[in-house]
């Protein structure tokens, strides 16, 4: 092949003034390959294009542009450039080419497949200066024998690997004409003894005829056989042997494929159950599991006395019909054990639930199995039932045990929690009072000759004021305390609740009227609950003494109520601060240890909400707030009415 440095585009020979055919002729002649249905393209004698047809353009998807181009630039292999270049030439040379076979490329690489001619192009005085190139595609046809190609070599490989005997008959000649090596390995010969056998070669005489016949009556009926018989192996070893297949060639209906599986174990296996069928029976009968043998019309035909037992019904009302009973939702239909059986080896330790006569729901696990016949058909289906309601409670108890074990696990978690936080407010909330009270304490006694009046009395006060902090704070300690331990005694009576809540609003009255603030009651006098007094009152006065707290002088805190099915549903309402959306989840836990000072720079515990929601869950009810900074909060908690 000549380098590409020297295939530069050559202008077309201009044709001589003299002509041997008249000018017309020529016209019609190039018309003629313009036109023509055969891919036409025209080379000088350096490879390159000088011409192209319209079918040229058509199937290769170029135009124009491509003269002047090497003619490699259409080639799809590197191994056919040298070829063609040297066949052009040769066709420069005069010399004629037939069957060439080239891959071509057209636009966007498309590959193509074809089959060419070449000739030489003779000018008006007969010199040889070009050559002409007659391509037809057979693309289409040789994809196709490449697929076919492709998917024979799939098909011998899986029919020399299949691990099933295998071999192709001519049902018109008997003889074998293939085989896989599965098919040697079970009868013993090797390849050039297995060339010389017939069909007849593998069976015994007395029964060849008999199997051949039954094969070619399936065949017609069906297209396809199964069949079990015995084949002969070298040395004439006997193999019993189970035969299905079919046509190879459906067209020609001559070629059969026959799969054989060596059955000789199952044959030995039947010879064995026959031989013990009298010990089976003894062991069908005297189990103490439940056993029933149906048929695959799901009639009872078989049943050992563990289904009375089990069950509650008598041998001879279950014998000819259905086994009576419930099933789970995802248990299977009898159509469905079938197929298993029919597929496989049945279901084991499937787990569902059984009615007995007697209504009671039996859980029982099931195990499937398939009997089948000589021919190995499926004939029977064998239930074996096994009675697992002492497990299944055994499992309910496990898991009832395994419930409380966490659910006590937790409480103890949360009590470790609640303690480690209890020790932390005795170690932080109380020292600091008792510093200011000590403080206070000890400047009133060094200092109280040198004091006014007013500045004593200021002293005084404010011990006054930390020792009732101290008290309060000592008062919710043990409270709470007392409700961890289980030592607080609940003592729910009917309570009414109006007059609950205004013993309440009583007990805080002076503190609202230092602050100025409205108490009101708007609790219906005949709304009853079922509460205990103390706990009830420790809630209402908690609630009402933090929203006096965190209300502005001149605000307002209101008590309501109304009935919300079997509970009453409480709420105490203040205009004061409100709480922002983040704060309010850690307001009922001691582990977040909730505090936040008055309007007044009250100073609080935070352990008072903690005791309304202790008190709270104590009745069954709940304890909530919806609140917005600045525009109040509104406490809410259920008791059940009375």
Known sequence: ??????????????????????????????????????????????????????SFKRLFGLDDKILGKPVDKIL???????????????????????????????????????????YPVYDDVKKQYESAFIVIDITKARLEELERTESEKKYRALFDLSPSPIVIVDLQTRNIIDWNLAALNLLGYTTNEMKKNKLSDLHESKIYHTTRVEIEMQLIRKGRFSVETLWVGKNGREIPVNLYGGYLELKKKNLVQIYAYDISEKKIAEKELLENLEIRTALFESSR?????????????????????VFGYPIEELIGK?????????????????????????????????????????????????????????????????????????????????????????????????????????????????????????????????????????????????????????????EWSRVQSGRNEFNPQRLCLYEEVLTAIISQKIQAINKGITLKNLVDEKLFMKADENMIQTVLRNLISNGIKFTQGGGTITVGAEEKNDFIEVYVEDTGVGIASEDIPRMFRIETHFVMPGTDKEPGTGLGLILCREFVHKHGGEIWVESEPGSGSKFYFTVPKS
């Not at 590409?4 to 002509?19: C, F, L, T, V, Y």
């Not at 292999?77 to 076979?101: C, N, P, Q």
């Not at 071509?104 to 690489?109: D, M, P, Y």
């Open 76 to 118: 799809s292999r590197d191994a056919d450039t040298e070829f063609v270049y040297e066949i052009i030439s040769k066709t420069i040379a005069g010399k004629s080419f037939k069957d060439l076979e080239f891959e071509f490329k057209g636009k966007g690489n498309k590959k193509i497949f074809s089959t060419a001619r070449a």
């Open 1 to 54: 092949m000549k380098k590409k440095s020297e295939n530069k585009a050559e202008e077309p020979k201009k044709r001589g003034a003299k002509k041997t055919v008249p000018a017309e002729s020529g016209y019609r002649y190039k018309q003629l390959v313009e036109n023509s249905p055969n891919t036409v393209f025209i080379t000088n004698g350096k490879g390159i294009l000088l011409y192209v047809n319209k």
């Open 322 to 478: 259905p086994f009576p009973g419930v099933k789970d939702i995802d248990d299977k239909t009898f159509k469905e054990w079938v197929d298993l059986c029919r597929t496989g080896p049945g279901v084991s330790s499937h787990e569902t639930v059984r009615r007995a006569k007697s209504g009671e729901i039996i859980p029982v696990s099931i195990t499937v199995s398939p009997i089948r016949n000589s021919k190995g058909e499926l004939v029977y289906l064998s239930f074996f039932y096994r009675d697992i309601s002492e497990r299944k409670k055994a499992e309910e108890e496990i898991l009832i045990a395994n419930e409380s074990i966490k659910k006590y696990a937790e409480e103890l978690k949360e009590l470790n929690a609640n303690k480690d936080k209890f020790f932390s407010i005795i170690a932080h909330d109380l020292r600091s009072p008792f510093q200011g009270l000590l403080g206070f304490c000890n400047l009133l006694n060094t200092e109280y000759d040198n004091l006014n009046t007013e500045e004593n009395k200021f002293i005084i006060h404010n011990i006054g004021e930390s020792a009732k902090n101290i008290f309060a704070l000592i008062e919710n300690l043990l």
């Open 289 to 309: 599991d439940p056993m029933i043998i149906v048929d695959l019309d799901d009639k009872c035909r078989f049943v050992n006395p563990a289904v009375t037992r």
